[in-house]
């Protein structure tokens, strides 16, 4: 009786006054629990419930940005201007002739005719390379050419040759550039160096080479150089260039210039000097077509 008492006391209306033996209380207690789990476990839900919305509640609001850009576009396009300024030139290969004076030498030769009938060439082939830049109306750049040897006989079964070579920087002023057609004189500086070689045309073996090594004789002449020229460019196939008024593409030239050689010193024999040699110097003009890529 004092249990059922406390379960009265802590379950109100679960239980009555009638209610004596434990067999009916057994009957009636299983269902009574199942309803206060169920009671516990909505309370619970209920209650989370409101947890959670209180919680989103407190919540700032969520706002989207205004769509009202007084007039101005959303994405700003990128700017377009490029970050340096485009420069403007040129690399081109050229060949032609150059026509040089050697007369000094072929003074001597003819000296000794018995040994020299002929007289050197004058007339060389020049193959070479040069490249420029245009910054504003100056040009700016360097070029440099091969004189390819030229051989006359001389007795005794031998010949004598003459070769040379060339390279300058070189500074121009721009006169005319009209939609890819370049002008512009250049002022060149630089060195240069002559060879002239007396050699047997017969085939020899290698020892007697060896034991005989004055079947040869090379002599050389350098020294500094300065030069004019005319550089004239054209872009033949190409498209517009950054630069308005320019395009940029394949190009043919021509160039036609004069060098003026100043010796170092005399002639030299394999380093050393050699006495009673005749003035020279690198002189001549020459003419050269030009094809390259450039952008004027």
């Known amino acids: 009786m004092a249990l059922q008492g406390r379960l009265n006391r802590l379950f109100p209306g679960y239980f009555h006054a009638e209610m004596a033996s434990a067999p009916d209380l057994q009957k009636r207690c299983p269902s009574h629990m199942d309803r206060f789990i169920f009671r516990t476990v909505g309370l619970t839900t209920i209650l989370a419930g409101l947890l959670v919305a209180g919680s989103a509640l407190a919540e700032e609001k969520l706002t989207t940005p205004s769509l009202d850009t007084q007039g101005k576009p959303l994405n700003p396009p990128a700017p377009t201007t490029p970050a340096g300024t485009p420069k403007l030139g040129g690399l081109s290969a050229f060949g032609g002739v150059m026509i040089v004076d050697m007369g000094p030498v072929n003074d001597r030769l003819q000296e000794q005719r018995a040994l020299y009938p002929s007289d050197l060439p004058v007339v060389f082939p020049l193959l070479g390379g040069q490249g420029f830049g245009l910054f504003s109306r100056f040009l700016i750049g360097g070029s440099g050419a091969a004189l390819l040897s030229r051989s006359v006989d001389a007795a005794d079964d031998r010949k004598i040759s003459a070769s040379g070579a060339w390279g300058t920087f070189d500074f121009g002023y721009q006169l005319l550039r ?119």
């Open 178 to 296: 009209v939609n890819g057609f370049l002008i512009a004189p250049v002022l060149s500086l630089g060195g240069y160096g002559m060879n002239v070689t007396v050699a047997s045309k017969s085939e020899t073996n290698f020892d007697d080479a060896l034991s005989n090594p004055t079947r040869s004789l090379s002599l050389s002449n350098n020294g500094f150089l300065t030069g004019i020229s005319v550089l004239a460019q054209t872009v033949l196939v190409g498209k517009g260039a950054q630069v308005p008024g320019a395009r940029a593409g394949y190009t043919l030239g021509l160039r036609l210039g004069g060098l003026y050689g100043f010796p170092v010193h005399g002639w030299t024999s394999n380093g050393s000097s050699v006495n009673g040699d005749p003035p020279f110097g690198l002189r001549g003009g020459y003419a050269a077509l030009s094809l390259g890529a450039g952008s004027w």
